[in-house]
């Protein structure tokens, strides 16, 4: 123990930086803060314009470095702490692509003066006459856009943590602004001040539970560095054996919560439900596949030695989340809930991929996120269309007979369902192969088991979305006044990409599956 | 004297006499003038009981104090081992310091601009 204690150094050493291949994050961080001054000093007025603006010049520069950097910049930087491979390149391209779109669903205005999704002001009591007032006066939450880049930062370093301590950062620093951008929905003010306050208390109880998996990890290998924990468990130090598998739970439960996995998932479709559509399709998208990113860094690189002792365990939690995501989508009435635990049941899915333990896993991982996110931010991007009395129809008896209505409209989200139920022709068939095909290769029996679930569960989905098709277009309407809002040019591009991309991955899914697979190698 | 923890309970123990000494003297040499306020839970601030009516909402402002408090604790956290060790840190975490200072000083610029400051 002494020995330990004066085993430590005297002198100061600078980490290296490597600042280039830090570049996308320092760019999204400055955007994020130069947007706090925004909101600080710009005329009122303005504020929507000039952020839109400067969050999507920033996502658009800082995807333009990493594309730069990813030709030579590979290899840990920061001290350890950051580490920039293939699969970190892949994800956080993904994630500022996803933000993107993100950002131009939620500056949707419909010919108002600022953004629809955002209550005119957050810390006034729902339905007060200071609520009124304020948006008389033409507030607006602007300060929505720099939340969401603060969470897209804290994103790109989740997927590229290469220490437990960063990782615990990254997480916190993605989530809070989660948690306040939850809260901000215009309309129906408390369920999403419940949605808010719900997700934040559950997940600062998850990040506690990794907080102290990482302590106990640390005091394991003596390190929170992943590849010193790997060869801490490949050289097994005996008396502390003890501490290896409560403190690989304790990480899990708290990534599995983000992710929501069952039983992890009861803040889904709450949270889902409450916050601002645009917020939520953002957040299905990016966040899952941020949190998904960190799960496989610890899973392959960090714990990978030690599979034997908590994979069967991870396995039972696959088969739980897709069978009660699919089973609970069944009796959903509400189209953002149903699409709540449609996004359990994939997390479900897309685990089964991650337990092959095999480069293909990775890519097939990384390609199911992609290909959901995108289709998740369009079909979002369309709920927050559907309205009725200038509130989101939501409930699914208001969707019937959409279809006449709103043909085209009714055809993309129809076509996003497709994807969803994973038939072939659409994104979501390729991604569930890629996903399910290592694990019959490399997962030995566990791996067959899940795969004959999450078809099952599939099965059980697809019901639900047909059910849904059929009622947009061989259904009555019910003579509510329900009708889509006409998309401003921003909707429709994030509708259109997303609607795009699950077709082109259906059908010629080849140079992004290539692409997953020569980059699904970690630095270890 | 081998185990290095030993100092820690000894430090536990003198925290504890600390303490026990401390109210222990006030009792016997303190003045004791009693009135309505030394008998309430704190001398100055809102009672938590009973509940107040309208649900005891405290006002946003101290809610403002307080995170605003935090912000500048967080920044002399660092600031103290970073003054401490200057001479041996070097140009580089002078700059990092900086780059720190500067984010304090964004949100504090926001607090300030958008009327956190202002009490009434």
């Known amino acids: ?524 | 004297m081998s185990n290095p923890y030993v100092p820690i309970l000894f430090l536990l123990a003198l925290g504890f006499v600390f303490a026990a000494g401390s109210v222990f003297t006030s009792l016997v040499v303190g003045p004791k003038r009693y009135n309505r306020a030394k008998s309430e839970p704190y001398e100055c601030g809102i009672q938590p009981s009973p509940r107040a009516e309208g649900g005891g909402r405290v006002p946003i402002k101290y809610f403002l104090t307080a995170m605003l408090f935090i912000i500048f604790d967080i920044e002399s956290v660092f600031l103290y081992p970073f003054a401490v060790a200057f001479d041996q840190l070097g140009l580089f975490a002078l700059v990092e310091m900086v780059m720190f200072i500067i984010t304090v000083f964004v949100a504090y610029a926001y607090v300030w601009k958008r009327g956190g400051l202002e009490w009434d």
Do not use: C
């Open chain 1, 1 to 524: 123990m002494t020995a330990a204690l004066t085993a430590l150094p005297t002198a100061f050493e600078a980490v290296k930086v490597d600042y280039a291949a830090v570049g996308p994050m320092l760019v999204v961080v400055a955007a994020a803060l130069i947007g706090v001054l925004v909101e600080a000093f710009a005329p009122r007025l303005l504020r929507h314009t000039i952020q839109v603006v400067l969050t999507l010049t920033a996502l658009v520069v800082a995807f333009v470095v990493l594309v730069l950097v990813s030709v030579d910049h590979h290899g840990v930087t920061v001290g350890g702490s950051i580490v920039i491979d293939g699969p970190a390149l892949f994800m956080q391209g993904s994630l500022l692509i996803f933000a993107v779109l993100g950002i131009l669903t939620m500056s949707e205005r419909f010919g108002g003066r600022s953004a629809d999704a955002f209550t005119p002001m957050g810390a006034a009591t729902p339905g007060s006459p200071a609520e009124a007032a304020a948006d008389r006066a033409g507030y607006a939450t602007s300060e929505a856009f720099p939340l969401t880049m603060f969470a897209v930062f804290g994103m790109l370093m989740f997927v590229s943590a290469n220490d437990l301590i960063t990782m615990f950062v990254a997480l916190e620093v993605l989530s809070l602004p989660l948690y306040v951008l939850t809260g901000l929905a215009r309309r129906r003010r408390l369920l999403s001040q419940e949605a808010s306050l719900k997700y934040f208390l559950l997940g600062a109880f998850s990040s506690a539970f990794f907080l102290f998996g990482a302590a106990l990890l640390y005091g394991y290998a003596g390190s929170s560095d992943l590849s010193k924990i790997a060869s801490a468990i490949t050289t097994a130090n005996g008396d502390l054996e003890g501490l290896l598998l409560p403190g690989v739970v304790l990480t899990l439960v708290g990534l599995l919560f983000k992710i929501g996995a069952v039983p992890f998932h009861s803040w889904t479709p709450d949270a889902y439900q409450g916050a601002p559509s645009p917020v939520t399709g953002f957040m299905a998208a990016a966040t899952k596949l941020a949190a998904f990113g960190a799960i496989l860094r610890l899973a392959y690189v960090g714990l990978e030695a030690s599979r034997l002792e908590w994979r069967l365990g991870v396995a039972a939690i696959a088969v739980l989340t897709m069978v009660v995501g699919a089973v609970l989508s069944v009796t959903q009435t509400d189209i953002k809930r149903l699409l709540a635990y449609s996004s359990v049941a994939h997390a479900g899915f897309i685990l089964v991929g991650v337990l092959a333990f095999d480069r293909t896993g990775v890519s097939g991982v990384m390609f199911y996120l992609v290909a959901y996110g995108l289709a998740t931010i369009a079909a979002f991007a369309i709920v927050a269309l559907v309205r009725s009395g200038g509130s989101e129809a939501t409930h699914l008896s208001q969707w019937a007979g959409l279809g006449r209505k709103h043909p085209v409209l009714a055809g993309i989200f129809a076509l996003l369902l497709l994807a969803f139920a994973g038939i072939p022709l659409t994104s979501g068939f390729t991604a569930k192969f890629a996903a399910f095909a290592p694990a019959i290769a490399h997962g030995g029996l566990a791996g067959v088991v899940m795969v004959v679930v999450g078809v099952l569960a599939s099965a059980v989905t697809a019901f639900v979305y047909f059910r849904l098709i059929v009622l947009m277009y061989f259904t009555e309407p019910t003579g509510d006044d329900v009708a889509a809002l006409t998309p401003s040019i921003a909707s429709t591009i994030a509708i259109t990409v997303g609607a795009l991309g699950t077709v082109i991955l259906g059908i010629v899914p080849g140079p992004i599956l290539d692409l997953a697979g020569r980059v699904s190698q970690f630095i270890q």
